[in-house]
């Protein structure tokens, strides 16, 4: 598991994206994207915080590859990036993997208790 | 709606041991718990183990290794058929962080070779999360969100 994980060291880290989501503003951004795309205006309206405040916001959630955004004209585009939710299931969905590792534990049980 | 995706496979191990000394490593919580939940980059949070038909098996853990660091992974294991030294046959759920994503019927066979084992595990594995789609990265933004909330809470009365 560990090669495997070694082998996909682009994929976003768990822990950044749940850290991410641990600030409320944030779920609420999130939760806002997950409907579709929005400007940065139209994030910060419901919130009630300036936009430079998303924007804050944004960073610490590009950073977790939750939230992608990019310059369309002047406007300031975000939408969901599936890679940080993904991210934690795709390691999780390699069960092979998982078991290939726990056979050969056990293999170093039993020679342990042999010797 | 959500799709399901489906897989399975088979693994086969040979142990130079007896097919006793392999099953006793299924058998008994201190071994079982050595090789299936503790390991390099594991942390155990719980564990605990009542092998018979009927019983369960109960894993908490988390991934922890500088390339990579998980919340809290549980897996749940029901026994479903026990015949000594010979087959286990079990059903077992995962989650992560609360949220359950994969559901197994996994078999174990131990058949004595020589001086040997054979062990042979055949897994048909079903995963909640499906291909990607709108919908489905809406779902499961919100599961997130949902088990996150619960954690929150359970951290605020605790």
New interface residues.
């Given amino acids: 598991?560990?090669q495997w994980?070694?082998n996909h060291?682009s994929a976003p880290?768990?822990?950044a994206a749940?850290d991410a989501?641990?600030d409320a503003t944030r779920?609420a951004i999130?939760?806002r994207l997950?409907?579709?795309p929005a400007t940065v205006t139209e994030l910060a309206e419901p919130l009630s915080i300036s936009r430079s405040a998303v924007l804050q916001h944004l960073t610490v959630l590009e950073g977790a590859a939750l939230v992608r955004t990019e310059k369309v004209g002047r406007t300031r585009v975000c939408r969901?990036d599936?890679a940080g939710?993904?991210a934690?299931?795709a390691?999780?969905?390699d069960?092979?993997q998982r078991?290939?590792?726990?056979?050969d534990?056990?293999?170093?049980?039993?020679a342990e208790?042999?010797g | 709606m959500q799709d399901l995706t489906h897989d399975s496979f088979t693994l086969t191990r040979d142990y130079p041991v007896s097919p006793e000394r392999v099953f006793r490593a299924f058998s008994d919580p201190g071994r079982k718990r050595r090789w299936f939940a503790e390991g390099e980059g594991f942390i155990v949070d719980s564990y605990a183990l009542d092998f018979r038909v009927g019983g369960s098996e109960s894993a908490a853990f988390r991934v922890d290794t500088p390339e990579f660091q998980s919340e809290e992974i549980r897996n749940q294991t029901y026994y479903l058929d026990i015949v000594p030294e010979r087959r286990i046959v079990l059903a077992y759920s995962m989650s992560n962080a609360g949220v359950p994503f994969s559901a197994s019927l996994q078999t174990v066979t131990l058949e004595a070779r020589g001086d040997g084992t054979r062990l042979t595990l055949t897994e048909h594995v079903t995963f909640m999360e499906g291909a990607d789609g709108t919908e489905r990265r809406r779902e499961g933004t919100e599961q997130l969100l949902d088990s996150l909330a619960r954690e929150l809470a359970a951290e605020a009365v605790s």
């Avoid at chain 1, 078991?99 to 056979?103: D, H, T």
């Avoid at chain 1, 534990?105 to 039993?110: F, P, V």
């Fill in positions: 598991m560990l994980m070694l060291r880290r768990a822990p749940l989501l641990g779920r999130v939760e997950s409907g579709g969901l599936p939710l993904e934690v299931q390691w999780a969905a069960h092979r078991w290939e590792r726990r056979l534990r056990l293999g170093e049980l039993l208790e042999e």
